[in-house]
């Protein structure tokens, strides 16, 4: 399977208006010593061609030894002098414009990262100094993926051994531990020593247990729910306790603070709607959601500059957010936080709906699982979710799972996902091991930068969500230092061969078949783009008209050529690899495969 993933930073067009969009200038980070930004932004910007390149074919240990992980390949190059090359016909050919005007540009966007469990915590833990100051420069270093939208659990998860809350002593099954020193906080303060401008937001998996109407932090398995209702259960808040909720919340926010640590943003309940048992759970309406916020929740929380990210489940239950924005009013509800685990794909398509329905409210996309990785296997489950998320509104996009040890733990001993794919595998205090989810989520985390604006691709996706061996998809982010970052996915059998074109300006790459590419292109000088350009497109203008012309078509082009070579195991092509300039154009042998599993190192 194929993902081809670029970025083009083409520092060439004007500022644009966001109007209709909301902003996210005011939302915070949670603070530290270390440098802000990355490549991109208007003290890093990118001054030449690059291009990074990701296989989604999980090594068989000995074998498949060729596949790169976020490897730099060879630069995209202009084909003003090398027109010949645009009539190449080795590959599909396909058409993907960019409307870079201001009717274009869409939402403005925060980050991409993942999210913090005790699981990780306790697996850095066990790592030699030196690897934990490593790993954690991998994950948020400017030279590593520069993670800044994070998410937290408050209290324990289902990747938590022990369970527990800030302020719990329940009875009997629940374990309830207090924890009323934030004992896991050192490493949210070491990440700001690496990175300064991180997003954290936390999200209970369960409030105190003697907050909830069965009176239970951890509600017992049951072992058949089909017939049952969360009234069966009680695994819910009590409303009486409403009060109490607030509270908790405010002196969370308020402790982490004094150690130190700025937390940006919360929701009320992680997966409101999931009442099962078994882990850490609980049930919390749409109509009780709201009553918080109505009763001090939403005061207490911008007091302190945090946002508030209603509902925090998946897409296909679009109601419970509406419902909480007109029980609370978009004074108390700042975004929409989403999941990815509709079955068999997320609707993201619902995030237009909401936009239509409150155009001011951020969206994003705070949860999704990789699972099922094996080796020699293939995985693109990121892009497949980052993308969309993004496409269809979202301001950044976390995955779940950020380290665990090789038995994708610790987690609870009731329950919790056995199968979900970290991005950091702990294999011993002197080794840790990189997934293919570290590799994909840095395609996004380190070259699209916090302010970047969404651009709308007018052509060239193409696929359904369930159409995975037709998928080619596109996201164009003009980033703060006026550049672009065009992201692409190809899962087709076939290299294609993309006529890349803005709206205003013309560009030409191709990404190879069956892998994951990031290109990313950075042009410096407008007037040379502005002269290689001898057919811009009108902004205002359809890009078909002008598209279809050959003068067109060879103007400001940049190509990425693949062509097979030897054949794999999973019978796709594999070749050499040339360089390239920017004024000599030499084929570039792209190959690989995507799909669902593990990339190690």
Not at 83 to 92: G, L, N, P, R, Y
Not at 265 to 279: H, K, M, R
Not at 527 to 554: F, H, Q, R, W, Y
Request: glycine share 10%; aromatic share 10%.
């Amino acid at each position: 399977m194929a993902v081809t993933l670029s970025a083009l930073l083409l520092p060439v067009f004007s500022k644009s208006a966001l109007a209709q969009w909301p902003s996210i200038q005011d939302y915070g980070s949670s603070g530290g010593s270390g440098p802000v930004g990355g490549i991109g932004d208007e003290q890093h910007p990118v001054t030449e061609p690059l291009s990074f390149v990701t296989d989604s074919l999980i090594p068989i240990p000995g074998t498949n030894t060729s596949t790169r992980q976020l490897a730099k390949g060879v630069p995209p190059v202009l084909l003003q002098n090398n027109q010949s090359q645009a009539s190449d016909c080795s590959a599909v050919r396909r058409s993907v414009v960019v409307d870079a005007t201001e009717n274009g540009a869409q939402q403005e966007m925060l980050g991409f990262g993942s999210a913090w469990t005790d699981s990780a915590v306790e697996v850095f833990d066990e790592l030699e100094e030196p690897l934990r100051r490593q790993v954690m420069n991998d994950l948020f270093g400017q030279d590593g993926n520069n993670q800044g939208f994070m998410r937290h659990t408050i209290g324990s998860s289902d990747l938590s051994y022990h369970q527990y809350s800030y302020d719990d002593n329940g009875p009997g099954f629940n374990e309830g531990q207090p924890d009323p020193t934030l004992a896991n906080f050192e490493y949210t303060a070491m990440m700001g020593e690496i990175k300064g401008d991180v997003f954290l937001f936390g999200a209970p998996w369960s409030l105190p247990g003697w907050m909830k109407n069965n009176g239970l932090f951890v509600a017992p398995t049951v072992s058949d729910y089909s017939t049952s209702t969360h009234f069966l259960w009680n695994n819910s808040l009590n409303p009486e306790y409403i009060p109490s909720a607030i509270q908790y919340f405010a002196r969370y926010v308020d402790a982490f603070k004094q150690l130190g640590v700025t937390i940006n943003g919360v929701s009320a309940q992680n997966e409101p709607l999931n009442y099962i048992g078994g882990t850490t759970t609980m049930y919390l309406d749409a109509v009780d959601e709201a009553n918080m916020l109505l009763r001090g929740l939403g005061g207490l929380m911008h007091q302190r500059d945090v946002k508030f990210m209603a509902y925090d489940h998946n897409t296909d239950q679009p109601v419970y957010p509406a419902r909480v924005l007109q029980g609370a009013g978009t004074d108390n509800v700042d975004a929409i936080a989403w999941h990815c685990y509709q079955g068999p794909v997320a609707d993201y398509a619902v995030l237009d709906d909401l936009h239509l329905f409150s155009p001011k409210t951020v969206q994003f996309m705070t949860e999704c699982s990789n699972t099922g990785a094996t080796a020699g296997s293939t995985n693109y489950w990121v892009a497949q979710n980052f993308i969309p998320a993004v496409q269809h509104g979202a301001s950044g996009a976390s995955m779940w799972v950020m380290a665990t040890n090789e038995d994708f733990g610790p987690r609870s001993p009731y329950g919790g996902c056995d199968t979900c794919l970290p991005s950091i595998f702990v294999n011993s205090s002197s080794h840790y091991e990189k997934t293919i989810d570290y590799y994909m989520i840095g395609h996004f985390s380190r070259f699209i930068r916090r302010g970047a604006i969404n651009h709308q691709v007018v052509s060239g996706n193409t696929g359904t969500g369930t159409s995975w061996s037709s998928q080619f998809w596109i996201l164009a982010e003009r980033n703060p230092d006026g550049g672009w970052a065009v992201v692409m996915m190809n899962n087709n059998p076939d290299d294609q061969l993309v006529t890349l074109s803005f709206i205003g300006s013309l560009n030409h790459h191709k990404p190879p078949s069956r892998s994951a590419l990031h290109m990313a292109a950075i042009m410096t000088d407008r007037d040379k783009i502005t002269a290689l350009a001898n057919k811009p497109v009108n902004p205002g203008n359809t890009a078909t008209g002008p598209m279809s012309k050959p003068e067109a078509m060879k103007s400001t082009a940049m190509d990425l050529l693949s062509r097979s070579g030897i054949t794999t195991d999973m019978g796709r092509g594999r070749g050499r690899r040339n360089t390239a300039g920017m004024g000599d154009m030499e084929d570039i042998d792209m190959d690989g495969v995507v799909g669902r599993h593990i990339i190690r190192e």
